[in-house]
């Protein structure tokens, strides 16, 4: 009896080491595979976040429909521009005081135009497909939309895009998944989610850390 307590106990303990190395282990994979998707991801959502950038400044908004924000990039031009100072008479300040009265002002002279695309993107094409989440076996893409927040009466446009986590871990044990999607810490990616921009506040930062590379370019 003693010896069979003793082969009971052993096969115990073995079973009990087995689990706690497959959920250590388990854990360690999940976590490579993770980052290793989370990078890839925000390499896309950085391109389309320069891009939106790019969009808002020779337009004065951001681009919701993906076509359109790349016929954008193929096709539009950056206006480069050189500011100067100048000093010129204050007419109205010379009439009232009775002697020439100057102002300083600033001029902005147009030096030129770029290709949005050669600017941002150089001889790559990349930007035509980075609204693919780029996860073999994912088939999905990034959701983009636009708005606009009202502050001071003044409308301001806004973005965001983003895609679940569940999208990018889609293959992954859903025990692993469900923690993941209630990360709250200063290292890891907050919420459900890697998203850019914002349709709630004015902000064309990225939510996760800089371990992964800048959020704020």
Known sequence: ????????LWVIIGVLSYLLFNAIYGEVKFNEIKEKRYKMAIENLRDLRISQI?????TGTYEAKFDKLVRFIDTAQFTLTQRRDSTI???????????????E????????YKSVKDSLFGSS???????????????????MATGTITKSNIEFPVFEIRVLKETLLFDQPKDFLTKEKQ????????????????????????NWPK?????DE
């Open 105 to 112: 002002i600033t001029l902005i002279d147009t030096l030129g």
């Open 54 to 58: 790019a969009h808002k400044t020779v």
């Open 183 to 206: 990360v709250v810490s200063v290292d890891g990616v907050n919420g459900d989610a890697l998203t850019v921009g914002s349709l709630s506040k004015i902000d064309t930062n990225g």
């Open 125 to 143: 094409d990349r930007y035509k497909t980075m609204i693919n989440v780029p996860i073999e076996g994912a088939n999905a893409k990034f959701k």
């Open 1 to 8: 009896m003693k010896i069979v307590l003793q082969v009971v």
């Open 211 to 215: 371990s992964y590379g800048a959020n």
């Open 89 to 103: 008479l204050d007419v109205e300040a010379t009439e009232r005081f009775g002697v020439d009265q100057y102002k």
